[in-house]
DNA sequence: TAGGTCATGTAATAGGTTACATGATTGC
DNA sequence: GCAATCATGTAACCTATTACATGACCTA
């Protein structure tokens, strides 16, 4: 996902702890804590970020991590720079490949296990998400960010539909499918 | 991906070298050799694949790697279990999420070189993969394997289309946006 | 008093890419 | 003669996950 990135955007709306930029993530895409901190320190040693100690009484102290000039720069490359596409390296269609090997009675039911999942995250971009990007649109400067949000999350849900669309087509497909021969064992050569 | 299973799926197709099998994926998902190699020299350790030395006149030795009884059970299992799946983590779509701080245009731009990008895979899926997978099948005992694979082949299609969809809708949706301020900054707090 | 939140991290492991190294054969 | 194909790998680096470690405060 090009974490490097995603936390030069998200510190640029808005400078805060390596913690709160954990919980900024939607928790779908969520990375580990420690890979954050360890990202920012390296983002650090490169300029491209660098914080301010923030003492709180009876909480622990933060690193409120800011943007750097360099840092700034290097993100506004990125953003008009084409970046990768990745598609069909999605491990469902990896185990399908070689399925045969396995009941179709498995195959469907992996299929479906994987379409509920599909709906339950629908639902959860279409409500959830939804509502934390309205916040996060209100304390945003920038007009044009609630569009660029919602056509984002639009693409997810896009994507989500399209999986559930081709997993009812699957499903039918295959338990539709009649071999020639699948209880007697007679043409294998 | 799972690159392991993967690799043992191929191999209990058929067994092959290293090489051989860095070809036998699509160029769309192709691991690096070095990856294989270092993959394969693992799984060996653990006794999941083991392999013959293959002498050939004029060419250079192979190692022909072939699924163990262990290597054949852990694919099994793993065939019928069900893998994470995972959406929205796509890098387009991140840079969409702090596009506010860089031209219109420019992101427009990005999201029509994308488009672009997946009407050639879209393209590429529809013949030269059902062309390799035609020989495949061929060369394959299990009559559910022409099955399978079409069906794989047929979600990352549906994938790329819903990709496609979104991205009209996005330029078109992008292009018509009329904020109340873009050059005159007097709405700041 | 037990579990959750706030807040920082280290260490080990796994997975993946790019660059480098070797050397014979084949086709243009 | 030069590039591509066949065939093996090592080394460095980058990205990501899981487990472990610390310690104060707050709530049930």
Redesign the pocket.
Known sequence: ????YVLLGLLSNKPR????LH?SFFPTVR?????I??????MQDEGLVDFDRLE?E???????YFVTEAGSADLDRWLREPVPIRVG?DMPLAQLWFSSRIDKEDVINNITTYADEVRNLIEWYKTEARTLVARGVHSSANPMNELYWNVAIHGTITQLEAWLKWADDAVKQISSFEPKDTKSPSVTE
């Open positions: 996902m090009s974490l490097r702890s390596g913690y709160s919980k990375p580990a804590l420690s890979q901190y360890r990202t920012l320190a390296d709180q009876k909480l622990p102290d933060q690193k409120v390296r």
